[in-house]
């Protein structure tokens, strides 16, 4: 009887344990971060432009188009009455695999039909589909007209994504654009900064221009003579437009009207180079400059004139206010949220700035964990962050953002990021 009851007890206290721990919230696993850097060339490669026009079905009356700046579409085959076949291709090889598409659809009749995002061999499908009627609202494509085929099942990387997928699109007379993040093309950035610089401490200009001649604008938010300053860069990488939409409330937040913001500027001059790559962001490509090279291995080399006209003007800035720049940051997008931060034993103009940043985040944002992947080495320099540590002792990190973070949190972490930042900076200066 009593071992009887002795086995009872056991069980019903592994019954209760099991309870316990069904309760507890799910650990969720965490992107490791990309590998180390390698060493490129950075001098220009041939690219292939893409062909641009219409690509129309006449017996079903579909017009498929990627004519207008950020389009990405290479080739289009109906594949039966109601299913379209679309070839996406890259730039140039080898490349990252992030590969953007960008197209408009329409039909004379409303109907559904079935589009399947096909890619060039080695390359799968990572950004999923956003939708627009009027191409500035965006929103993304229901699920369950969403089918993926062949899914790796790794958690991030290459390994996670589909071969190819399907979308099943409602079409009509009005046009339907489909991308693979909201469009932001120099125009969208353009009117963006017009609209900021309409503030009277916010002015801007030419640094540079791009391989095919398109301008490199940046942003000075303060006064021009201001010994301390701060530089941010984004979209150095086409595609990875949620690390823009989180500089942009950064940016903002900055530029604002809060008592915070109000000081800042009466102590640190923010410089912005909001598009870095205009030429592959226009051009629809998947990760390159007009040069064919990946932007961000090019700040050592310095072998093109978008990396080279954001050096010079951090040099005539130094040269013009006998000053320093003790913090920068590079908003870009990856697999999941993560910041690429160096490590404690390098000292900067404003030391011990990041980890106190990134712990005060942590506190002012409930539930977040920042994911903070240190790198222990500067040299070479070859991206943004080491350069900006080795040539201005900069406090500098890469901070990115999923390529599927809710939109609202993602403005939400732009704002706080900037707000406790200027709070930092105030009190270590």
Same mark, same amino acid.
């Given at each position: 009887?009593?071992?009887?009851?002795?086995?009872?007890?056991?069980?019903?206290?592994?019954?209760?344990?099991?309870?316990?721990?069904?309760?507890?919230?799910?650990?969720?696993?965490?992107?490791?971060?990309?590998?180390?850097?390698?060493?490129?060339?950075?001098?220009?490669?041939?690219?292939?432009?893409? $062909?641009?026009?219409?690509?129309?079905?006449?017996?079903?009356?579909?017009?498929?188009?990627?004519?207008?700046?950020?389009?990405?579409?290479?080739?289009?085959?109906?594949?039966?009455?109601?299913?379209?076949?679309?070839?996406?291709?890259?730039?140039?090889?080898?490349?990252?695999?992030?590969?953007?598409?960008?197209?408009?659809?329409?039909?004379?009749?409303?109907?559904?039909?079935?589009?399947?995002?096909?890619?060039?061999?080695?390359?799968?499908?990572?950004?999923?589909?956003?939708?627009?009627?009027?191409?500035?609202?965006?929103?993304?494509?229901?699920?369950?007209?969403?089918?993926?085929?062949?899914?790796?099942?790794?958690?991030?990387?290459?390994?996670?994504?589909?071969?190819?997928?399907?979308?099943?699109?409602?079409?009509?007379?009005?046009?339907? $654009?489909?991308?693979?993040?909201?469009?932001?093309?120099?125009?969208?950035?353009?009117?963006?900064?017009?609209?900021?610089?309409?503030?009277?401490?916010?002015?801007?200009?030419?640094?540079?221009?791009?391989?095919?001649?398109?301008?490199?604008?940046?942003?000075?938010?303060?006064?021009?003579?201001?010994?301390?300053?701060?530089?941010?860069?984004?979209?150095?990488?086409?595609?990875?437009?949620?690390?823009?939409?989180?500089?942009?409330?950064?940016?903002?937040?900055?530029?604002?009207?809060?008592?915070?913001?109000?000081?800042?500027?009466?102590?640190?001059?923010?410089?912005?180079?909001?598009?870095?790559?205009?030429?592959?962001?226009?051009?629809?490509? $998947?990760?390159?400059?007009?040069?064919?090279?990946d932007l961000n291995r090019d700040w050592e080399a310095f072998e093109q004139p978008e990396t080279t006209a954001v050096r010079e003007f951090m040099k005539e800035r130094v040269a013009a206010t006998d000053g320093k720049f003790y913090f920068a940051i590079d908003f870009h997008s990856t697999w999941d949220d993560i910041y690429y931060t160096l490590a404690d034993k390098f000292k900067g103009n404003m030391p011990g700035l990041v980890p106190k940043?990134?712990?005060?985040?942590?506190?002012?944002?409930?539930?977040?964990?920042?994911?903070?992947?240190?790198?222990?080495?500067?040299?070479?320099?070859?991206?943004?962050?080491?350069?900006?540590?080795?040539?201005?002792?900069?406090?500098?990190?890469?901070?990115?953002?999923?390529?599927?973070?809710?939109?609202?949190f993602i403005k939400k972490k732009g704002e706080v990021s900037a707000l406790k930042l200027m709070e930092l900076m105030l009190e270590l200066k």
């Amino acid at each position: 009887m009593q071992r009887q009851l002795h086995t009872k007890t056991k069980i019903s206290l592994l019954v209760a344990l099991i309870g316990l721990i069904s309760l507890l919230p799910a650990q969720s696993k965490r992107f490791q971060g990309q590998g180390p850097t390698p060493i490129v060339s950075t001098v220009s490669k041939p690219i292939q432009k893409q $062909w641009k026009g219409d690509y129309g079905f006449m017996e079903d009356s579909v017009i498929f188009s990627n004519d207008f700046e950020g389009g990405r579409l290479n080739g289009v085959v109906q594949s039966n009455d109601s299913t379209y076949t679309v070839l996406i291709t890259s730039e140039n090889t080898p490349i990252n695999i992030s590969p953007w598409y960008a197209f408009t659809v329409e039909s004379k009749k409303e109907r559904e039909i079935d589009v399947v995002l096909t890619y060039q061999e080695t390359a799968k499908h990572r950004y999923y589909p956003k939708i627009s009627y009027d191409r500035n609202n965006w929103k993304p494509l229901d699920s369950i007209n969403y089918t993926e085929y062949d899914k790796g099942t790794d958690d991030f990387g290459a390994g996670s994504l589909a071969v190819s997928v399907k979308l099943r699109l409602k079409v009509g007379p009005q046009k339907l $654009w489909v991308a693979g993040q909201e469009l932001q093309t120099s125009q969208d950035v353009n009117e963006w900064i017009t609209e900021i610089s309409k503030n009277d401490y916010v002015n801007h200009q030419t640094i540079g221009t791009s391989r095919e001649g398109r301008p490199l604008e940046a942003l000075t938010i303060g006064k021009a003579k201001t010994k301390r300053m701060v530089m941010v860069i984004s979209r150095q990488h086409p595609p990875e437009v949620t690390g823009y939409l989180a500089m942009q409330p950064f940016v903002e937040t900055i530029a604002g009207n809060s008592q915070t913001a109000k000081k800042f500027r009466k102590k640190f001059t923010t410089y912005v180079v909001p598009l870095m790559n205009p030429d592959g962001v226009d051009n629809g490509h $998947w990760r390159h400059n007009n040069g064919g090279i990946d932007l961000n291995r090019d700040w050592e080399a310095f072998e093109q004139p978008e990396t080279t006209a954001v050096r010079e003007f951090m040099k005539e800035r130094v040269a013009a206010t006998d000053g320093k720049f003790y913090f920068a940051i590079d908003f870009h997008s990856t697999w999941d949220d993560i910041y690429y931060t160096l490590a404690d034993k390098f000292k900067g103009n404003m030391p011990g700035l990041v980890p106190k940043w990134l712990e005060a985040l942590k506190s002012e944002l409930p539930g977040y964990d920042p994911n903070i992947r240190p790198s222990e080495k500067t040299i070479p320099t070859m991206v943004s962050r080491n350069y900006f540590y080795e040539a201005h002792g900069a406090e500098a990190l890469v901070f990115e953002i999923g390529d599927n973070t809710d939109r609202e949190f993602i403005k939400k972490k732009g704002e706080v990021s900037a707000l406790k930042l200027m709070e930092l900076m105030l009190e270590l200066k």
